[in-house]
RNA sequence: CGGGGAGUGGCGCAGUCUGGUAGCGCACUCGGCUGGGGGCCGAGCGGUCGCAGGUUCAAAUCCUGUCUCCCCGACCA
């Protein structure tokens, strides 16, 4: 029962001044949702019924693998985030309440859902076990942005697995990949399964799944049978041709050229022929060099894993007391250790020589300097994968998630089982996320035209917009009323726009608001007997005679996507 | 946290440099016309110019402080 005119669709010609997303333009635009605050959203009746859809679609393929929903509070003790080590998060909301507890705002809900099944299951004859919620979380993001992408509040599915060992977790983990892949399918997206780095979840593998839209703020690399966020994709690089190789390393004078820029000019040589030599500080180690082909960009992620340690760029006088004039470091004498990314093959490299003023070329590495190698360069479109693939990046919204937690949080958390031995054993965990607004903003970034959105039926709010042109009292306006009864009793989801407004003005927001069928009822088409059917994905049109448009638009819509 | 931008009626904006009693378009209300792509005519309603303090005869405008929002970067399940 939605009449236009009675709804609150607050539909808008113009989109807010500072809207930069198409997905964030359009939302408010077509009177989904409206701001409260930075990264704080409501959502209006149109933009709700979006997202119970995207729910309902999550829900159906999470209880079809045996997930079982729970609800759990957003509000939460500190004691066993402290527990896990995750209360110092920044992005985790803390607060006290009255009496003085320290409290926490859930981001998800490891430490409890774990804590739960800690408490419960005591056999392995309880395991396995899934168990998921929708439900709001907490994130005090220190940049919220584009609309609905990145928010500080947001709904939120997680699903956590529990099983005996590894084996097990495999198993969930296939369970939750089929089902993640036929809600993304039947949320009509374009998506891809990407292998993604742990951050801050912990644990031993994961993946994200990413919609490819021009507004996400990740970054994919792809290839013929290779995916994977560029946080921390690996490729074979580009060659680069290099100078004959000398002897022994020479010296060059650079006076005053401090940047792989301006010696790689006054050398006259490409920038691959160079080393960048990047001075790091490593947690509990102390002083490295880390060397990067001169044309690459070191990717800090997969440094960090590469070391297993944390790590940060060291200062100038750092710099200057450890190693050398800051612009003319190199390996080549340097004495603290050295990590020479994987993509610098060669033996003629020009180096920083760690005098002033003075770079060295025909450097070897093995022969002029020791090393340790690593991959931890930034890929880049063009390298190749080992199977011959060439890399494109692209960017994509990161639309869920999921993790191998392994014992991450059942072991700080007790959760512990007696196996069939009567051995005591930590739970293997897994976890599993999706974002059902970023799954409404990929939708609408994916499938917008310039007219406005082009909802996925499965996801559409409503299936048809009926447009009356006529007023009331008119013998048009009896008829589109009269279609719109029959549609509602066969069932279907329809907005009637009944409004006293101009046609452009109605169709317009029709266009806007994108549902998957469109049906005008006017003067025009009635004297032929006809009501205008317009599908907004394709823009095909059909005109249905008045006495049948009930079923016909009911056949449109069968025939039509999702 | 670093850099940049912006707060003036519901929305989009001008006015600020050069101080002088706040304006435009759309929306909204009323009346009329119109009725297949945001139409036309007329009459209206609506604003502590983000907030606080200061300078001045006088502040949207100058000064100081502060809050909020947006963008880029850092960061980011």
């Given at each position: 029962m939605t009449r236009f005119s009675q709804?609150?669709?607050?539909?808008?010609?113009d989109a807010p001044?500072?809207?930069?997303a198409l997905s964030h333009k359009l939302m408010v635009r077509a009177g989904l949702i409206r701001q409260v605050g930075a990264g704080l959203w409501s959502y209006l009746p149109a933009g709700w019924r979006v997202e119970r859809k995207v729910e309902g679609i999550i829900r159906e393929e999470m209880e079809a693998i045996g997930a079982q929903e729970m609800l759990m509070p957003v509000?939460?003790?500190?004691e066993a985030w402290e527990k896990t080590g995750r209360?110092?998060?920044?992005?985790l909301f803390k607060l006290e309440d009255r009496k003085g507890t320290s409290m926490v705002l859930a981001m998800t809900n490891e430490e409890c859902v774990t804590q739960h099944v800690a408490r419960e299951v005591r056999s392995?004859?309880?395991?396995?076990l899934m168990l998921f919620q929708i439900q709001t979380k907490e994130r005090d993001e220190p940049r919220p942005r584009a609309g609905v992408l990145r928010t500080r509040e947001f709904t939120m599915k997680d699903a956590y697995s529990f099983d005996r060992d590894e084996e097990g977790l495999a198993r969930s983990y296939e369970l939750q990949t089929g089902a993640y892949e036929r809600i993304f399918d039947r949320c009509g997206l374009r998506w891809y399964r990407v292998e993604s780095d742990v951050g801050?979840?912990?644990?031993s593998a994961a993946h994200e799944y990413m919609a490819p839209c021009p507004g996400g703020e990740n970054e994919v690399a792809l290839a013929t049978g290779y995916a994977a966020n560029l946080e921390i994709a690996s490729a074979v690089a580009q060659p680069v041709e290099l100078p004959a190789a000398l002897e022994a390393v020479e010296k060059v004078s650079t006076p005053g050229l401090a940047t792989i820029e301006e010696v790689s000019n006054h050398l006259d040589?490409?920038?691959?022929a160079l080393i960048k030599a990047l001075p790091v500080l490593v947690e509990g180690r102390g002083m490295a060099i880390v060397l990067i082909r001169g044309d690459h960009r070191l990717n800090e992620i997969k440094l960090r894993n590469a070391l297993g340690a944390d790590f940060r760029q060291a200062r100038p006088e750092e710099i200057e007391t450890e190693i050398g004039p800051v612009g003319f470091?190199?390996?080549?004498?340097?004495k603290v250790p050295v990590i020479k990314d994987a993509?610098?093959?060669?033996d003629s490299f020009v180096a920083g020589g760690?005098?002033?003023?003075i770079h060295l070329r025909g450097v070897r590495p093995g022969r002029d300097f020791q090393f340790e190698e690593m991959d931890v360069r930034t890929v880049e479109a063009g390298d190749t994968t080992p199977g011959g693939g060439t890399i494109e990046i692209e960017p994509a919204i990161e639309v869920g998630n999921i993790f191998k937690l392994g014992t991450r949080y059942s072991e700080p958390l007790g959760a512990t089982f007696l196996d069939d031995s009567g051995t005591e054993r930590a739970i293997v965990m897994g976890s599993y996320g999706i974002g059902p607004a970023r799954i409404s903003a990929a939708a609408i970034e994916q499938g917008a035209d310039e007219c406005g959105i082009v909802w996925p039926?499965?996801?559409?709010?409503?299936q048809v917009h009926l447009v009356s042109l006529a007023k009331a009292g008119e013998d048009a306006r009896a008829a589109a009323d009269s279609l719109y009864d029959e549609l509602q009793d066969a069932g279907v989801e329809v907005l009637y726009?009944?409004?006293?407004?101009?046609p452009g003005e109605k169709l317009t927001d029709a266009e806007l608001l994108g549902c998957p069928l469109r049906i005008v009822v006017g003067r025009r088409g009635l004297a032929e007997g006809v009501v205008e059917a317009s599908e907004r994905s394709s823009g095909s049109e059909h005109k249905l005679p008045v006495e049948k448009a009930a079923v016909r638009a009911q056949a449109l819509l069968q025939r039509g996507d999702g």
């Open positions: 709804s609150f669709i607050p539909t808008l010609k001044g500072d809207a930069e509000l939460q003790p500190s209360h110092s998060i920044d992005e392995y004859r309880d395991l396995p801050m979840m912990g644990g040589l490409p920038a691959a470091i190199g390996p080549v004498g340097a993509a610098i093959i060669g760690n005098e002033p003023d039926r499965s996801i559409a709010p409503w726009d009944e409004r006293d407004a101009g």
